[in-house]
Every structure is written in structure tokens, then in C-alpha cells.
């Protein structure tokens, strides 16, 4: 299954209310640091289907979620269990980094 786009329509049910960890990836089209970043978050999702919920925030269309997380630079991950942000990392990391940061939360 590939990412979600998380939207503030969805956020509630897909974010908050998921009983599995979630991973944001805050995110812009014009952010080459996202844009190099998404493949490996792309793998991710894949590799953790079924444990992980991965959704993508598009930073530009959702400017009211980007607001409540105080996102200032992107790409911004956040990881979410039972509805709380556990953890938060700002720019552009490896596949072994995300990974370990969601290892950490299952």
C-alpha cells in the first residue's frame, strides 16, 4: 500500500484515530530535500504495511495542519501512537533512521 495523503478531512480517522504508529512526512513539490526523500519513504511504507500508518502532508495544500504542528522546515516527519506525536525530525534522513525512529514506537 502505498503512502496517504492526509488532508484535514482525513487527519482525525487516518492520524488520530489509527491504532497503529503513524509517520507524517510534511512535505512540498518544489522541496527538493522531499522530493529526494520520498522514494525512501515510499519503501518504507511498503516494508512496514500492516504496522505503520504512513501518510504524506502536503505543506502547501494543508497549510492548517502544517500550522498545528508548528512545522517551519520541511520535510518534517513526525511519528504519532495512540493520537500524541512520540517523536519529530526535521530535513532530509536515511532509510535506517526513519526506520530505527519507527522501530522505536512499535
Avoid at 488520530?16 to 525512501?40: G, I, N, R, T
Avoid at 495512540?82 to 519529530?88: A, C, F, N, R
Wanted: a negative charge; aromatic letters at 6%.
Amino acid at each position: 500500500m502505498a503512502e496517504l495523503k492526509i488532508t484535514a478531512n482525513n487527519f482525525e480517522k487516518e492520524a488520530l484515530q489509527s491504532p497503529l504508529p503513524v509517520l507524517l512526512d510534511f512535505w512540498a513539490s518544489w522541496c527538493m530535500p522531499c522530493k529526494m526523500l520520498a522514494p525512501v519513504i515510499d519503501r518504507l511504507a511498503e516494508e512496514y504495511e500492516g504496522r505503520v500508518v504512513v501518510g504524506k502532508v502536503d505543506v502547501d495544500e494543508q497549510t492548517e495542519l502544517a500550522r498545528r504542528f508548528g512545522i517551519m522546515s520541511i520535510p518534517t516527519l513526525v511519528v504519532m501512537k495512540g493520537g500524541k506525536v512520540v517523536e519529530q525530525a526535521v530535513g532530509a534522513r536515511g532509510k535506517a533512521d526513519i526506520a530505527a525512529m519507527l522501530e522505536r514506537h512499535l
